[in-house]
């Protein structure tokens, strides 16, 4: 599936992925491919995108704190305010503050 995580600044990452772990406002949730379309609130927290290789990445280094988590290079970790979730036809739209 395809991952976007857009701030008004600019497009923090985008890629292909394996799985995402939003923070919702009722609860942490993942999903994976082939998700039932949903749209969600997000609040505080950290995304964390499960990723199948790092060489085919593409997020802006300048604005995005995209880091891998607890030293596994395939997931790494954006941390956002707020924002709204997506999810349709195998692709993810994260909207961040």
Known sequence: MH???VSPEATLFSSEVDSVVVP???GEFEM???H???VSL???GIVKIKIHTISHLVFDELHA???P???DKKVLTVKINSG??????NKVIVLAD
């Open 3 to 5: 991952l976007e995580i």
């Open 24 to 26: 919702g406002v009722n």
């Open 32 to 34: 994976l491919n082939n």
């Open 36 to 38: 039932a379309p949903i």
């Open 42 to 44: 997000l609040k505080e």
């Open 65 to 67: 704190e995209v880091i």
């Open 69 to 71: 988590h607890n030293d």
């Open 84 to 89: 709204t979730v997506e999810m349709k036809d």
